[in-house]
């Protein structure tokens, strides 16, 4: 993937072929425009690609959000997020939730349509599952921190996410730890899950 300055110079490349010619700065600007909204959109971190959704993705999709909330990005390390989550477990990037337990309660498995099909930095594309874990003091009603990984970087793939309000889906409960991206949910975990969002409608 090019760098912003480097799709900014191809694209002015492409604009104005190196002629000599003196450019206006009407085509200048436009130029500009067109490498903003290219580079925007490549870093924008969601997938063009299709995503095939799961039965039970379909259904959550299909189903009224129960809460909304204002969305900030955290990460580890820099001044970021340390040690452990609130439950005692070590936060997995995309995946861990800090919430205010008191709008939604931890251990809750969200779904949150907005970033299925989201592009991740190592390429796959999230599923829209996070898990209320970790809370945090600056975290009041409807706001959810989304943990991103280790450094700063680790949330471009999410940056369009940050500051936005974004729709959440009670996907049932979760015992344990949240799972890591290599070790998916059971199916033991799934079915009490699915168990959990048929009790509580």
Request: glycine share 10%.
């Amino acid at each position: 993937m090019l760098s912003s300055a480097a799709a900014l110079a191809l694209m002015w490349a492409m604009a104005f072929p190196a002629s000599g010619e003196p450019v206006s700065y009407e085509a200048a600007v436009a130029a500009d425009r067109a490498a903003a909204v290219s580079t925007a959109s490549a870093d924008e971190g969601s997938s063009s690609d299709a995503f095939e959704l799961t039965d039970e993705q379909e259904a959550l999709m299909g189903r009224d959000a129960r809460w909304s909330a204002s969305a900030r990005l955290y990460h580890a390390g820099g001044g970021g997020a340390t040690g452990n989550d609130s439950l005692g477990c070590r936060p997995i990037a995309m995946r861990t939730v800090a919430v205010d337990p008191r709008y939604i309660p931890r251990r809750t498995r969200l779904f949150i349509p907005e970033t299925v099909g989201l592009r991740m930095s190592d390429g796959t594309l999230h599923d829209g599952y996070w898990y209320a874990s970790d809370t945090g003091g600056a975290i009041k009603g409807p706001k959810i921190d989304l943990y991103t990984g280790h450094g700063r970087g680790s949330m471009r793939p999410a940056m369009r996410l940050n500051m936005r309000t974004l729709t959440i889906v009670d996907a049932g409960n979760f015992d344990g730890c949240p799972p890591s991206w290599d070790n998916q949910p059971s199916a033991t975990l799934m079915a009490s899950a699915a168990d959990n969002i048929g009790a509580s409608q």
